[in-house]
């Protein structure tokens, strides 16, 4: 296993859709892995493979919900069926976003309340989970990952200015820009 460089916006991974997995070999095995290790490092509630690069629609997410169930797992090519995000402007405190792909920055940002995950398991079992908030709102997030979508992409205009501020401030926005979990702690 190995903790793996993400890629910063504007690398050409992250803003083109990602290839299905044609089989589950012990290349897409020791990705999840890698993956894993990456998003716990980093830290994050979830890792799409082409945030490391990797153009495959393969995702990790780790989250404990207020209950305290724990929730991780791989999804691989995921379909996801969501309801109708509520109309309105984000609560900054109940809807901030963050993304290991824009690090150390948050915004507020509108999801389906709801979610529908269908996706494979490393073991090539199909499975569905039926997820409300914060989990509808990581897979959501992960799921755009694999479409070439940011977050910050859905933002509104103030919002995107802003983005569009701090990624020519910060040196991002073209291919190669990344960061190391452990080593450069930008979301921390």
Known sequence: ?????IRITGDPVLHSPARPVDRIDDDVRSLV?????TMDAAPGVGLAAPQVGVPLRVFTYGWVDESGTR????AINPELWISPPPAG???LDEESEGCLSFPGERFGLRRAE???????DLE?????????????????????HLDGTLYTDRL???DRRLVAKITRKLGWGGPGASWMPGVDHLEG
Do not use: K, N, S
Not at 1 to 5: K, R, T
Not at 33 to 37: A, G, N, Q, S, V
Not at 71 to 74: L, N, Q, T, V
């Open 156 to 158: 509104g205009e103030r």
């Open 114 to 120: 709801r979610a529908i995950l269908r996706a494979t």
């Open 89 to 91: 402007d984000p609560d």
């Open 33 to 37: 892995r890698d993956l894993f290790e």
């Open 124 to 144: 090539g079992e199909p499975f569905e989970i039926a997820a409300e908030g914060w989990l509808a709102r990581i897979f959501q997030h992960e799921y755009d």
């Open 71 to 74: 929730w991780r797992g791989a």
């Open 1 to 5: 296993m190995a903790v793996l460089p």
